[in-house]
Structures are given as C-alpha cells and as structure tokens.
C-alpha cells in the first residue's frame, strides 16, 4: 500500500517562505510523476507543480512560476515544494500526488498553509 505523508504546513505571513515535503512509502522511483495540487475553500482542486522521474522535467501552474520550485530527493524517498514570495491567495490545503507508469494515481492526506497578517 503506498502512502503519501504531507509536513510542513502552516501559518506565515504575506512575502514569507515555507517547504512543504512529501514523503513516500516506498521508493519514488517507482512513479512516473509527483507533483503538489492545492485545493482553496470553493474552488477546485489545481496543479501547482509537477515533476517527471525520467529526466526530472518540471511543470508549474503560472500563478506560482517563479516562487515555487518542486524538488525531489531520491534517497530519502521525498519530494519538496519550496514556496517564496508567497501571497493570501496562495492559501489552500496542499496535497501530494504521485502517478505510476501504469496509471494508478496517489493522493495525500494534505496540509494546510495559511497565508496572512
């Protein structure tokens, strides 16, 4: 049973700087893509960004390109999502999500992160 755990949200200030990690159960190699969604009270749920296993391609949502990059760390199983510059709009609960070659998809459990004075 794979298992996608979220950490590292919460509350920051409006220009401040948070890293959300994802870690797997197993090996990420074994997904085709991660990526990071965000889901906002209303709205649906939305790619923020994504990366490809096999070259390590990188995707992001144009609302966060260039204040967000998503990494991953092949030994420790885990990818991250560097947030900057981040603004009240940027709050949502946060969710990982992994695809594998065949097409089964992942989800976390979510963390929230706030953005607010």
């Known amino acids: 049973q794979v298992q996608l755990v979220e950490s590292g949200g919460g509350l920051v200030q409006p220009g401040g700087s948070l890293r959300l990690s994802c870690a797997a159960s197993g090996s990420i190699f074994n997904f085709a893509v991660m990526g990071w969604y965000r889901q906002a009270p209303g709205n649906q749920r939305e790619l923020v960004a994504s990366i490809i296993h096999r070259g390590g391609i990188t995707n992001y949502a144009d609302s966060v390109k260039g204040r967000f990059t998503i990494s991953r760390d092949n030994v420790k199983n885990t990818v991250y999502l560097h947030m900057n510059s981040l603004k009240q709009e940027d709050t949502a609960v946060y969710y990982c999500?992994?695809?594998?070659?065949?097409?089964?998809?992942?989800w976390g459990q979510g963390t929230q992160v706030t953005v607010s004075s």
């Open positions: 999500n992994a695809v594998r070659d065949k097409g089964d998809v992942y």
